[in-house]
């Protein structure tokens, strides 16, 4: 009986602990988040469109097919440079207004940008930053929600399953695909909800993938280890 009320108290315990390292990861990604944001507000200047050699495309408009990695209902994600420390990145372009009139809130992308800034793990993206994007007759207008990430070239695994990649290949992108949703689960108590082979890079070594979506993961309460 004595053992049993020791064994409740611990898991208890070990409750209240998981809930404040979860406050504690909320706040720390908030506070992440909202720097990021206020922070590059004025700094989208500083990104330049650029091809897949890496070349600075001039006309913007003309030129743009040759920075498009892929193109969705109301954003666009571009292949980037940062201008002042040359790193490449892919910039998840969203318009604002396109996304609320097709029923989706700025609020949801945001929250990828948020769920991002809190993850560190070689088979998930990495978070960069995330700015609103005005126009040049308004610059402080929130015309556009950008969020900038790892650039990761490669193709998509919906794309390499389709070239019969070999047994060895398939296992080692599983493993990597499962180390990546474990961690998710057990140290951030992270629910990804929507793995697919459109949301999974394979890099262009063939061997390394990487989740590049996470728009729908939600931290929940409570999990049990996978």
């Known amino acids: 009986e004595g053992l049993g009320a020791g064994q409740g108290q611990l898991l208890e315990g070990q409750a209240h602990l998981a809930h404040m390292l979860q406050r504690v990861q909320e706040q720390m990604s908030k506070m992440v988040f909202a720097a990021g944001a206020a922070g590059t507000l ?9 091809d897949k050699e890496g070349r600075k495309l001039e006309d913007e408009e003309d030129d743009i097919d040759d920075a498009l990695l892929g ?3 109301f954003g666009k994600t571009l292949r980037m440079q940062n ?5 490449m990145c892919a910039v998840k372009e969203v318009n604002v207004k396109k996304a ?11 929250q990828e940008a948020r769920s991002m800034s809190m993850i560190q793990h070689p088979n998930i993206v990495t978070y960069y930053g995330c700015l609103f994007k005005g126009t040049q007759k308004d610059p402080s207008a929130r015309k556009f929600f950008w969020l900038m990430m790892e650039l990761v070239d490669g193709s998509t695994l919906f794309e390499y399953i389709r070239r019969s990649p070999t047994e060895r290949d398939i296992t080692v992108w599983t493993k990597q695909i499962a180390s990546a949703l ?5 140290t951030l108590r992270m629910l990804h909800r929507d793995i697919k082979g459109h ?3 394979v890099k262009e070594d063939g ?3 990487k989740l590049i979506y996470l728009g729908l993961a939600v931290v929940v309460q409570s999990c049990r280890r996978i």
């Open 42 to 50: 004025a700094a989208a200047d500083q990104y330049v469109l650029v």
């Open 71 to 73: 193109e969705g209902a």
């Open 83 to 87: 201008s002042l420390d040359l790193r």
């Open 100 to 110: 609320e009139q097709q029923g989706v809130n700025i609020e949801h992308v945001q």
């Open 182 to 186: 474990q961690y998710l689960h057990d």
């Open 199 to 201: 949301n999974i890079m």
């Open 207 to 209: 061997h390394t993938v």
